[in-house]
């Protein structure tokens, strides 16, 4: 029986982000914690526990695969284990955003206003 990408849904946020930072190129665990943090503009700072959780359920859910023929070219440590999204993970982050949207849209036309940084 196949899945739907809707079945997955909602994705964690660390989840999220880590689909959303593979998304641009496949990364090792270490390049993800900096890209995470980096793209929540600091507001999730996974350590590395959490984040090989997330990239076990992940791989284990079909949303990534072993992307190490797809690893730079300059990486030179056999060590390091690299991701990327299956096309089921890219489905799912495409539903997971529409899911989004709609929620933000939904505020919106109920007159619920949220200003970006602001508590």
């Known amino acids: 029986m196949r899945r739907s990408p809707e079945s997955l849904l909602p994705l964690k946020d660390l989840e999220l982000q ?3 930072a593979l998304e641009a190129e496949p990364m090792h665990g270490y390049a993800l914690l900096a890209a995470v943090g980096e793209r929540s503009v600091g507001v999730m700072k996974p350590g590395p526990a959490s984040l090989y ?3 076990a359920k992940l791989t284990e859910d ?3 695969e072993d992307a190490a023929r797809f690893a730079h070219a300059d ?3 056999p060590r390091r284990r690299y991701f ?3 096309s089921f993970g890219r489905a799912v982050l495409q539903a ?3 899911r ?3 929620l933000l849209a939904e505020a919106k036309a109920a007159g619920i ?3 970006r940084g602001a508590s």
Do not use: F
């Open 96 to 98: 997971e955003l529409r």
């Open 75 to 77: 990486s030179t440590d």
């Open 18 to 20: 880590v689909l959303l």
């Open 62 to 64: 079909g949303l990534l």
């Open 84 to 86: 990327r999204p299956t």
């Open 113 to 115: 206003r949220y200003r």
């Open 53 to 55: 959780r997330a990239l």
């Open 100 to 102: 989004l949207s709609a």
